[in-house]
């Protein structure tokens, strides 16, 4: 298993609270294992799957559907089935994306250039990296 961390650890190291840990695994996005004495310990691979539900947290993506990304990233099969789930998880994504620049494109309007421009340039990376994926993905 490699190192186990208690979750008062596990929150020292990725900076999320236990309450929020506590609450994942409640929810089932978080599996901790349970010692005899019941103390809940989290695997290495528990930090990678906290990193990935910040990141989609910072895409405004709902946390059931976090999950279902979690779980198809842990699958890490390649049959059909599990790839095509996989990439309709992903055209949802870019739907609630799609959305969100609806909702933005008004209030972008409204800036000046300056300020449009600095707000460009912070997306214009992500974007680009984006962008890429996508070629790589369906290219």
Same mark, same amino acid.
């Given at each position: 298993?490699? *190192?186990?961390?208690?979750?008062?650890?596990?929150? /020292?190291?990725?900076?999320? #609270?236990? +309450?929020?840990?506590?609450?994942?695994? &409640?929810?089932?996005?978080? &599996? %901790?294992?349970?010692?005899? #004495?019941?103390?809940?310990?989290?695997?290495?691979?528990?930090?990678?799957?906290?990193?990935?539900?910040?990141?989609?947290? !910072?895409?405004?993506? %709902?946390?059931?559907?976090?999950?279902?990304?979690?779980?198809?990233? !842990?699958? *890490?099969?390649?049959?059909?089935?599990?790839?095509? !789930?996989?990439?309709? &998880?992903?055209?949802?994504?870019? *739907?609630?994306? /799609?959305?969100?620049?609806?909702?933005?494109? %008004?209030?972008?309007?409204?800036?000046?250039?300056? &300020? +449009? /421009?600095?707000?460009?340039?912070?997306?214009? %990376?992500?974007?680009?990296?984006?962008?890429? #994926?996508?070629?790589?993905?369906?290219?």
């Amino acid at each position: 298993m490699g *190192k186990a961390y208690r979750i008062g650890e596990l929150a /020292e190291v990725t900076n999320v #609270s236990k +309450r929020t840990i506590d609450y994942y695994s &409640q929810i089932g996005l978080l &599996q %901790p294992l349970r010692t005899d #004495s019941n103390y809940r310990l989290y695997d290495e691979e528990t930090i990678h799957v906290l990193g990935l539900i910040e990141h989609y947290k !910072k895409l405004n993506m %709902p946390l059931h559907e976090i999950k279902s990304v979690i779980e198809l990233v !842990k699958l *890490k099969s390649t049959e059909n089935e599990h790839v095509e !789930k996989y990439v309709d &998880q992903i055209a949802e994504l870019m *739907k609630h994306l /799609e959305a969100e620049i609806k909702e933005i494109k %008004p209030i972008m309007e409204s800036l000046n250039d300056k &300020q +449009r /421009e600095l707000l460009l340039n912070k997306v214009s %990376p992500q974007g680009m990296t984006l962008a890429h #994926s996508l070629l790589l993905l369906f290219g």
